[in-house]
Structures are given as structure tokens and as C-alpha cells.
């Protein structure tokens, strides 16, 4: 049992205690914005300063009011979302579902997620299921331009007692180099995320996979919640910079990982846990994040539980 001073209680405190007129001086849409003072230097060259204008998204999967895609929009739009983000490959019939509704709504689809995809594009040992992830992603990539997205989400490659390290590392390389003319072609990025695959654990090694390509192309989709179990994300912020494409939000309590197992972490709302969000979103302006979009990847639920989630995200975004 936790002591009432333990770091989790008094950041649950802390969170709780928000004020609701730090969340109603964000901007009219909703998103939350902040201004930062401009250097002497960067003021006399004339430079704007920057201004965290982050937009709150959430996986599709999470919505569980409404039975048609748009039923389920227009449940995400009065929770207060601006995005959704959609399973890629889609299937060809819900594309003009997507679109109408997007129109409707004035909803945007920022990205999609392939994840299970991307660990085909590592496997160093079956050349045709990585011919079909390689496929699938491409498939990904211009469905993504259709819906006006600008990013696919990746899960890159999975390190186990069968795939070696550095044979993964290399065909994912080998994987994503061939999809950059398809980025290319469709004006879309393919941005990796850091999950428990057993590669990329350190920023230093993401931000070196990153630049090895050269290439604006291909970036980062950092996960918040999943650093966590053995990291600070705002020093993985700090290190990936500008190679940050989009933000996923989840939080994660180290506490309950040391007591109930690894996955139990996950089990804590939105502020509640052992992240430093202050320390993140401080991170986030000094990096000058531009990609726009905060995604929520927690349990989702109907319209009171997705208006809970997006409050959350508003007090996050303000600190």
C-alpha cells in the first residue's frame, strides 16, 4: 500500500488538481497552444517564436459507441477529438466511408497504423512475408494519401531467440529504404515507433537509425507511455528532436510494473502514473515538435469514456 507521499499519489494529486481555466485558455479548436520566448539572437533575426499547437487524435479501435464508421467519428468529434487514426491496410470499401464522414465532420485522418505490418518488414529470415509486408505497407502508404494523412505508423522489425539483432536491424533498413519512393510518390512518411520489440531501446541508436537513411521521409513516431519501463521520455525527446513525426499518449506506473509484471504498467489513467508530463511538454517546446498530433493509444469505451480520455489531453497539453 502506498504511503500518501509516494511519487505516484502526489503526481495523481497534482494531476487531479488542474484547474479547468488552464484547459479553457487553450485555443477555441480545442488544441492546446503555448508561446515561448525567443532567444536575443533568434528575435533580432526576425523569427517567430514557437507555439505548441498540439491536435488530439485516438485509434479507431478505441471507439465503442456507434456501429458505422461514421457513428463512430461522430462519437470521436464529441469527445472533443480533431483526428482518427485507422488500421492500415484499409479495406477498399471503407475508403469513401472514411472520406464522406471526414467531409461531414471536418475530422482528419493524420496517419495510419501498420504495425503489424512493419514487423514483417524486419523479418530477416522469410523473404516473401517480407515481399507481402513490403506490399501491404506500399498499399498503406497510398491509402494513407487518399484520406489527406501524412504519416504511416511502422512497428520496426521484432528482435527475438530466432531473429537476430543485427540481421533484423539490417533488413528492416534493407525494407524501408525500398518504400521511400513510394513515400516519395505519395508525399507520405513512414514513421516507427518505439514498442517492446527488443530493438531500439536507446535514443542514441533511434536517432542514428534515423539518420542513417538520409532522407525526410523516414522519421520517428515516439510513444510516450512505452519508454517508461526503462526510460525518461523527455530525454528520448530531447535526443530525437526534429526526427519526431507524431506523439502516441499512454501513461505507465513503474510501481505497478515492479509489483504486478511489465504489462500491468499500463494499467493507470492519463496523468496518474509516473510520467513527468510537465518535464515532457517542456521537452516538446524546446525541440519545437511541429508534427501537430497527440494520438491516444489507451482503453477506449463509449462517449462519457472518450470524453474522459480527451479531457485528460487537454490537461497534459496545457502544462
Not at 499519489?9 to 480545442?30: D, E, I, K, N, Y
Not at 472514411?98 to 501498420?114: R, T
Not at 505507465?252 to 515532457?280: H, P
Amino acid at each position: 500500500m502506498k504511503s500518501p507521499d509516494s511519487p505516484r499519489s502526489t503526481s495523481r494529486r497534482s494531476f487531479l488538481a488542474t484547474s479547468s481555466a488552464t484547459v479553457a485558455a487553450m485555443t477555441a479548436a480545442g488544441a492546446s497552444t503555448q508561446l515561448l520566448n525567443l532567444s536575443p539572437a533568434a528575435a533580432a533575426e526576425g523569427a517567430k517564436p514557437y507555439e505548441r499547437n498540439i491536435r488530439k487524435s485516438l485509434k479507431f479501435g478505441m471507439i465503442k459507441e456507434g456501429e458505422t464508421i461514421a457513428e463512430k467519428l461522430a462519437a470521436a468529434k464529441a469527445a472533443g477529438f480533431h483526428g482518427v487514426e485507422f488500421e492500415g491496410p484499409i479495406a477498399e470499401e471503407e475508403i469513401p466511408q472514411i472520406q464522406q464522414a471526414k467531409k461531414d465532420l471536418g475530422l482528419e485522418v493524420p496517419g495510419l497504423v501498420c504495425g503489424k505490418v512493419g514487423r514483417m518488414l524486419g523479418n530477416d529470415m522469410d523473404e516473401s512475408e517480407r515481399q507481402s509486408g513490403l506490399e501491404q505497407f506500399a498499399t498503406s502508404l497510398r491509402q494513407a494519401k487518399e484520406l489527406g494523412s501524412t504519416t504511416v505508423l511502422c512497428y520496426p522489425g521484432a528482435v527475438n531467440a530466432e531473429h537476430r539483432y543485427d540481421r533484423v536491424y539490417e533488413t528492416l533498413q534493407k525494407s524501408l529504404k525500398e518504400l521511400i519512393p513510394v513515400c516519395e510518390e505519395t508525399g507520405v512518411k513512414i514513421a516507427c515507433e518505439n514498442v517492446w520489440n527488443n530493438i531500439f531501446m536507446s535514443p542514441v541508436e533511434t536517432r542514428d537509425f534515423v539518420d542513417s537513411f538520409d532522407s525526410p521521409w523516414i522519421g520517428w513516431y515516439f510513444d510516450v507511455g512505452n519508454i517508461v519501463r526503462y526510460g525518461w521520455p523527455e530525454q528520448w525527446i530531447y535526443v530525437l528532436g526534429k526526427r519526431i513525426l507524431k506523439l502516441d499518449i499512454k501513461e505507465y506506473d513503474r510501481d505497478i510494473m515492479m509489483n504486478d509484471g511489465t504489462r500491468k504498467g499500463f494499467g493507470v489513467e492519463l496523468g496518474e502514473g509516473s510520467i513527468d508530463w510537465a518535464a515532457v511538454m517542456k521537452a516538446v517546446d524546446e525541440v519545437e515538435y511541429e508534427g501537430g498530433w497527440g494520438s491516444a493509444e489507451v482503453p477506449g469505451g463509449d462517449l462519457a469514456r472518450l470524453k474522459d480520455i480527451s479531457s485528460r489531453m487537454d490537461k497534459l497539453f496545457a502544462m
